[in-house]
């Protein structure tokens, strides 16, 4: 069965910190590959999606992920975070042209002026 | 586009009362989905339709849940016979099949409270 794990449940950074989120998940196929976020008190919004092609994958407001097949991973990075990046960080995978998301337990990011 | 809209947003209930709750996808998606999410944890799948077809159900829906979608356009979840392990936000999420591949679009939740 498919699973992702996210590494980290809560992180603290300072404005201008960089920032790198693991993913990784558990699938031997086709995957897709995608990483939500939660602003406080709005609804899961996609910040990108990886489906084939070039590994890295950019996405809104600067962030990006590395998809490494070798290490069935997808880490989500950002080089300079602001305070407006605090919220709650999802990652999801799917499998071939299967569409139930399959989601990790999210990350906590809390970033300090 | 106005976005998936959920209703209602909130729900408190008694233990063994029946909740039923709304999901309108963005018009002409064709693909709806259900999850839950419980404190701390990722949202988990429920169950999906295509137009009115429901596709697949997890075995996290148990015989007390159903959801329908008669006309393949909103959607409702019906939980007969609360239990407080209800309690969670019940998460709708919507998509086009067709190009690019699907990206499921969430609505807002609607947040049950099982007293």
């Known amino acids: 069965a498919q699973s992702v794990s996210q590494h980290n449940h809560h992180v603290i950074l300072s404005e201008a910190a960089s920032l790198e989120l693991g993913c990784n998940y558990s699938y031997g196929g086709t995957v897709n590959l995608f990483w939500y976020v939660q602003y406080p008190g709005q609804h899961l919004q996609l910040l990108l999606k990886?489906?084939?092609?070039?590994?890295l994958v950019k996405g809104i407001k600067g962030f990006e992920a590395e998809f490494i097949k070798s290490k069935f991973s997808f880490n989500l990075r950002k080089p300079s975070v602001q305070w407006s990046d605090t919220a709650e960080y999802f990652c999801a995978s799917s499998s071939g042209g299967y569409n139930k998301l399959i989601f990790g337990a999210g990350t906590r990011l809390a970033v300090h002026p | 586009d106005t976005g998936v809209s959920q209703d209602p947003r909130h729900k408190i209930t008694k233990r063994g009362q029946n909740v039923t709750f709304r999901c309108d996808p963005i018009?002409?998606?064709?693909?709806l989905y259900w999850y839950r999410q419980t404190l701390g944890q990722g949202p988990e799948f429920l169950t999906y339709?295509?137009?009115?077809?429901?596709?697949?159900k997890s075995r996290l829906l148990s015989d007390r849940f159903s959801a329908e979608r008669p006309k393949g356009s909103f959607s409702t979840l019906e939980i007969q016979r609360t239990e407080q392990g209800d309690s969670a936000m019940y998460l709708c999420a919507s998509s086009f099949r067709g190009r690019p591949q699907d990206t499921q679009y969430f609505g807002p939740g609607t947040r049950l409270t099982v007293l």
């Open positions: 990886y489906f084939s092609g070039d590994p």
């Open positions: 339709f295509q137009n009115e077809a429901q596709l697949e």
């Open positions: 018009s002409e998606h064709n693909r």
